[in-house]
């Protein structure tokens, strides 16, 4: 059996590897993404070993890994104090910023989506280890006024060459100023994830980014050759006074290694589940392949088992080709995905994270993985084609009609109901009950009613199909109701193969449905609450200068500037982001409706919650929160309680002064902006426009304007995901290629016959066009219907975050279906022109 079943798979080369499609891409989505993460780690590593020393001196209490810029430092006394400590080679001190911005000589900023703009000092010292931090590419390295390094990858993005004047952006104390490049350097590994480097000298250093104080970041002492990092820290730490502390360079990477890795998980998942996508869009193809091909084998299956096979052995041969067609797709799978991977880069490249300077990493791991994914899926579709290929009798060899009996219709929508019912108990559970890993029920809630759907489809679908037919009928004539009669001949297949498309176009349709309702939200939101004629913001979300924040209230017509602020914090042990307001200014502009106290409560001593955090936490007006950030601990009075708004977007409210006594430098998020009275609105506009043409990430804009910059990373993510489930939808289109090419192989006899009688090969073609409309549309319908449900269902779920506006673009769900159709009339030209070609008289002979 095991011959004869090699025998039968390399007779039919052309229908295994048509099989096995569906395998490699659904194994390539997996390798690919473990291939992306698994570089995207090594590359983060790279920058690890070379961002600390053996130790590392620095401000105690700080989180590092926090991502905000502390305003904590090291003084020079601190550094003089370490100088001949017992088993130490050097002391240096480091000068660090991020959020400075290289512009690139067509002005674009180079970086700035996502990866920051790095600043430091030169020193010479080595990380940790005896590792190089940065080596020279060319040229030198800065040592006075005037002059910087750029890491090697910025300086070619942005066109600079050696001797060029380079301008920088940044929300340090000057927003922009200029230097000579001096010289090009390889930080770590070599990439540097699309953040820039410029490295400066660092009496520099120190007066752009320490306002000219003799300080630094931190502090890195390096380990004479034989001393361990352990010992070294014992000998800093007990010449360290009060206020600083000391770490190994080890214990420092390891506390930035966690929050990457944590970073990571996340993408590897979102990676994944599209990966499991692309695999369940799979499954439905391949056990549509083998159902044709077993249904087509019937009288092969049936001398078999005359000849002596038993039901076993003729399962395990179906079985045996699954095996090789899942060996088949895991090895061009893993092939693929490496490509993939290449493809993945490029795409997460455009919002940051730009790995075209790291090596793809093939771990072990991605390999073993992709085989047993790949066979086991293959395996387990194919279970039930096999054994109903066991179940052919002997006696079907005699009989030139299809003989394998399928399971009864009924009982298949009732299972599907019941997958229904408990998917949307499910998925209503998670979005809207109160359990632990929410996620997951919503994951699981929308699989069992895609996957239920899938199963009753084959009754869901009579009306599609019925009113394409009625078009069919009245367009074609014979050859539409014979497209007609074809797909409801066998009413599994076509649900199956239309299962498959509609499973992508769900979740591109619930994501379209999701993501129109966000930007109405978005809209609501800045109609409600932007009562200001301007607002100040940076263009890529991070914060900027407060000194351009004093410009704009300089300029002559601007009446009234509101700064907000949002940095970190630790409130009652909790991490999360909280907001700092100028309460005087924001009182003149809009105060904020509040549930319990007056807006114009907050103090410098006092804090506002927002309503839903107070309901669910049982916070009152006079509770006291300890907040802390930097290394600094603070307890602050709850004197109001404010409406949940989008507008400030966080729990907890403090005044400026609060904010910088926890150690926040003097950086903004937003400026809210009012004309005086009387101003002309287009004289005060220009000049704001003008004072900040020289700062391309910051940019003053109108109620209009402000909302379609708020609408961009919406659409950014929609792009990102669509992009990523195309791949499931190219799986479906090839599964519809594959069915027709199988059915056409199947209906040989059928077709010579229909041939014969005077059907032309044109009217051929036309039919099997039809045939291919009816499957994509009929997926595409039931995915359109599942994605609105699904979409309203998430928004509803959302409605509290301020997701409380439902759209639902019934322009772009129509197009999907439109597009199906085009679709379904481009994966009918191969099928068409195979079955087209046919000799009459071999096919009419055909068994």
């Known amino acids: 059996m095991l011959r004869a079943s090699w025998k039968s798979l390399m007779a039919r080369k052309l229908r295994l590897f048509m099989s096995a499609t569906a395998v490699i891409l659904g194994v390539a989505f997996v390798a690919g993404s473990f291939v992306f993460t698994d570089t995207l780690g090594h590359s983060f590593d790279s920058i ?128 922009r100023f200029t230097a000579t490049l001096v010289g090009t350097a390889q930080f770590g590994g070599g990439s540097m994830i699309g953040a820039s480097l410029a490295i400066f000298d660092t009496a520099t250093a120190q007066k752009l980014f320490m306002d000219g104080k003799d300080a630094y970041s931190d502090v890195w002492v390096t380990a004479d050759p034989g001393t361990s990092q352990a010992a070294l820290r014992s000998a800093v730490a007990s010449r360290l006074p009060a206020g600083f502390e000391a770490v190994t360079g080890d214990a420092a990477a390891q506390e930035s290694a966690t929050q990457i890795q944590k970073a990571l998980t996340y993408v590897n998942t979102f990676l994944l589940v599209f990966a499991g996508i692309a695999l369940v869009v799979g499954a439905f193809i391949i056990v549509n392949t083998f159902s044709i091909l077993v249904a087509q084998r019937s009288r092969e299956l049936a001398l078999l088992r005359a000849l002596g096979a038993s039901r076993p052995q003729v399962a395990r041969s179906v079985l045996f080709e699954a095996l090789v067609m899942g060996l088949v797709g895991s ?214 200068s407060a000194t351009v924040t004093d410009q704009v209230a300089a300029v002559p017509g601007v009446g009234t500037v509101a700064r907000f602020r949002y940095d970190p914090v630790t409130v009652d042990g909790t991490k999360t ?82 904010f910088s006594d926890l150690g926040f430098p003097a950086e903004d998020s937003y400026a809210y902006v009012t004309r005086a009275p009387g101003a002309d609105p287009a004289t005060v506009s220009h000049a704001l426009d003008a004072l900040l043409a020289d700062q391309p990430l910051v940019t003053v804009k109108d109620q209009a304007a402000f909302a379609a910059e708020q609408r961009a990373p919406i659409d950014q993510m929609l792009y990102l995901i669509d992009a990523l489930l195309g791949l499931a939808v190219v799986i479906a289109i090839l599964g519809i290629i594959n069915t027709l090419a199988l059915s056409v192989i199947e209906r040989t006899r059928e077709i010579g016959l229909l041939r014969a009688v005077g059907l032309s090969r044109r009217q051929l073609r036309t039919m099997l066009r039809l045939e291919s409309v009816v499957i994509a549309v009929l997926g595409a319908a039931l995915g359109v219907g599942l994605g609105v449900v699904f979409g309203i269902a998430l928004q509803r779920s959302l409605a509290s975050d301020g997701i409380d506006v439902l759209s639902i673009p019934g322009d772009q769900l129509a197009l999907f279906v439109v597009v199906a159709a085009v679709v379904g009339l481009l994966a009918a030209l191969w099928p068409g022109r195979r079955a087209a070609r046919l000799d009459i008289l071999r096919a009419v002979t055909a068994e």
């Open 48 to 175: 690890m070993s070379g961002s600390v020393g053996d130790v590392v001196v620095r401000p105690a209490g700080v989180d590092a890994a926090s991502g905000a810029q502390s305003t904590r430092t090291v003084p020079r006394s601190v550094l003089d104090d370490l100088r001949g400590t017992p088993g130490a080679a050097r002391v240096d001190g480091n000068v660090s910023h991020f959020g400075t911005f290289v512009i690139g000589k067509g002005g674009k900023i180079i970086g700035g989506t996502g990866a920051p703009g790095i600043a430091v000092n030169y020193t010479g010292a080595p990380a940790a280890h005896g590792v190089e931090s940065a080596t020279l590419a060319s040229g030198r390295w800065p040592t006075k006024a005037g002059e910087v390094a750029l890491d090697a990858t910025t300086a070619d993005t942005s066109g600079y060459l050696l001797g060029d004047t380079v301008t920088f952006v940044s929300s340090g104390a000057e927003p």
């Open 331 to 544: 090895v061009g799978g893993l092939g693929v995905g490496l490509l993939l991977a290449m493809g993945i880069k490029a795409l997460f490249g455009t919002i940051g994270l730009d790995l075209s300077g790291a090596s793809l990493v093939l771990a072990p791991r991605t390999v073993i993985a992709s085989f047993v994914v790949g066979i086991l899926i293959t395996v387990v579709a194919a279970y039930l084609p096999a054994r109903r290929a066991g179940r052919v009798p002997p006696v079907a060899a005699m009989r030139d009609d299809l003989v394998i009996a399928e399971g009864s219709l009924r009982r298949r929508v009732w299972f599907g109901l019941g997958l229904v019912t408990v998917g949307a108990a499910a998925l209503a559970t998670g979005l809207f009950g109160s359990v632990p890993h929410g996620t997951y029920w919503v994951g699981g809630g929308i699989l069992g009613v895609v996957l239920g759907v899938a199963l009753t489809s084959p009754v869901l679908g009579r009306p599609v199909i019925a009113l394409l037919g009625l078009v069919y009928r009245r367009l074609f004539g014979a050859v539409g109701l014979m497209a007609e009669q074809n797909a409801q001949r066998n009413p599994r297949r076509t649900a199956a193969t239309a299962s498959a498309l509609m499973i992508g176009v769900t979740l591109v349709s619930m994501m379209t449905v999701f993501g129109a309702s966000a930007k109405a939200s978005v809209d609501a939101v800045i109609s409600r609450d932007f009562t200001a004629d301007y607002v100040v913001s940076n263009a890529i979300g991070m914060p900027f």
């Open 577 to 658: 982001y909280a907001a700092a307001v100028d309460v005087a200014a924001m009182a003149r502009i809009r105060p904020l409706p509040m549930t319990d106290g007056s807006f114009t409560d907050l103090t410098d001593r006092s804090v506002l919650v927002d309503s839903k955090h107070a309901a669910s936490h049982s916070v009152h007006v006079g509770d006291v929160v300890t907040v802390k950030a930097d290394g600094t601990t603070l307890t602050r009075t709850v004197a109001g309680v404010f409406d949940s708004t989008p507008m400030v977007g966080t729990d907890f409210l403090f005044s400026l002064g609060t």
